[in-house]
């Protein structure tokens, strides 16, 4: 198995409080991803990285930021978070650079928001 | 914009066959991608099409047509632990930087 964690797992904080979730990799991959999975609605995109300090929106971007300071480490920040943003969070990695199209997965936060 | 089509729930018997569709609409193609996720787990990934054709990796494959932007998974002697969602993304390009569009899941339910 890939070696990607994520902390918290689980998360329960109020409305417009900040919260941030950690996503750490241990296979020196240059890609990174933070998704949210919601009933009905699949995986979506929320912002993605390509290299440290290098990051992009994806679909879902409003109401979060990212921030990549070292290949391991990727961050997401709900700055003030919202009912809306109850949902499982998922960091994903990849190796596009060694030609792999496969993304690995973390195991997922489930963050509530009260 | 980009959108991906595909059943949201599909129930088969053991020991039969399952396709499971998916039909893309995006700017940019460079592949199809299939996940399974069971329930409570995270996505693992499946296989990947971006010619062309059918892949086939064991009991699983996986077809493409990008003039007709369509795919489709097959799994074959169906099993119980086959129950699970499985997804369908395309992998898009935005300047040097690749990402996948995720369908919303086919919940696949296999009966005894």
């Known amino acids: 198995d890939a070696g990607i964690t994520q902390s918290p797992r689980h998360k329960v904080t109020e409305t417009g409080t900040p919260v941030t979730l950690r996503c750490h990799q241990t296979e020196n991959h240059r890609y990174m991803y933070w998704y949210r999975q919601d009933p009905g609605h699949g995986l979506r995109l929320i912002h993605y990285?390509?290299?440290?300090?290098?990051?992009d929106k994806g679909e879902v971007s409003d109401g979060y930021s990212v921030s990549r300071s070292k290949t391991e480490d990727f961050l997401l920040t709900l700055e003030s978070a919202t009912s809306s943003q109850t949902s499982v969070y998922f960091c994903?990695?990849?190796?596009?650079?060694?030609?792999?199209?496969?993304?690995?997965f973390g195991p997922g936060t489930r963050l509530t928001v009260t | 914009g980009q959108s991906l089509e595909q059943p949201s729930e599909v129930t088969a018997v053991e020991g039969a066959i399952v396709q499971i569709n998916c039909t893309y609409q995006?700017?940019?193609?460079?592949?199809l991608s299939w996940y399974q996720q069971h329930d409570g787990g995270a996505p693992t990934f499946l296989s990947y099409n971006a010619l062309d054709g059918l892949e086939e990796t064991g009991r699983f494959s996986s077809f493409l047509s990008r003039s007709d932007s369509y795919g489709y998974l097959l799994l074959q002697e169906l099993q119980m632990k086959d129950s699970a969602s499985y997804f369908c993304a395309v992998r898009d390009r935005t300047g040097s930087s690749y990402k996948l569009i995720f369908g919303s899941g086919t919940r696949l339910l296999v009966r005894p």
């Open positions: 995006t700017s940019g193609f460079y592949g």
């Open positions: 994903a990695i990849s190796d596009l650079d060694r030609g792999s199209y496969e993304q690995y």
């Open positions: 990285s390509y290299g440290v300090k290098d990051t």
